[in-house]
């Protein structure tokens, strides 16, 4: 098993930016695939980016592509979210997300077997 918790998250005006972090302890870091997910008040649980077991392979959705990034660092079992030119749409609670490594980087949350407690972020207009 691994256990995720991530850091932060906070207030931050529009146009900022704000680095998201997902330390990874338990089984060996390199062994799985990362993601980060957000949700919303009242909607679902979305697919925000992902990165492969190597680092080698990224996947984001459409609405974060360009501004977001996702990396990892082996050395810190931590693998982070550089979020920029926020906007308001982008407040939402944040989680981390680990499957497995294989492959494939799903956008589905039912495919991912572990996740963090979640860090809210608030962007204001």
């Known amino acids: 098993q691994v256990q995720l918790v991530e850091s932060g998250g906070g207030l931050v005006q529009a146009g900022g930016s704000l680095r998201l972090s997902c330390e990874a302890s338990?089984?060996?870091?390199?062994?799985?695939?990362m993601a980060w997910f957000r949700q919303a008040p009242g909607k679902e649980r979305e697919f925000e980016a992902a990165?492969?077991?190597?680092?080698?392979?990224?996947v984001y959705a459409d609405s974060v592509n360009g501004r977001f990034t996702i990396s990892r660092d082996y050395a810190k079992n931590t693998v982070y979210l550089q979020m920029n030119s926020l906007k308001p749409e982008d407040t939402a609670v944040y989680y981390c997300?680990?499957?497995?490594?294989?492959?494939?980087?799903?956008?589905?949350?039912?495919?991912?077997?572990?996740w963090g407690q979640g860090t809210q972020v608030t962007v204001s207009s």
């Open positions: 990165i492969n077991w190597s680092g080698r392979s990224t």
């Open positions: 338990g089984r060996t870091f390199s062994y799985y695939n």
């Open positions: 997300a680990a499957r497995t490594g294989d492959t494939v980087l799903p956008t589905r949350p039912a495919s991912y077997d572990y």
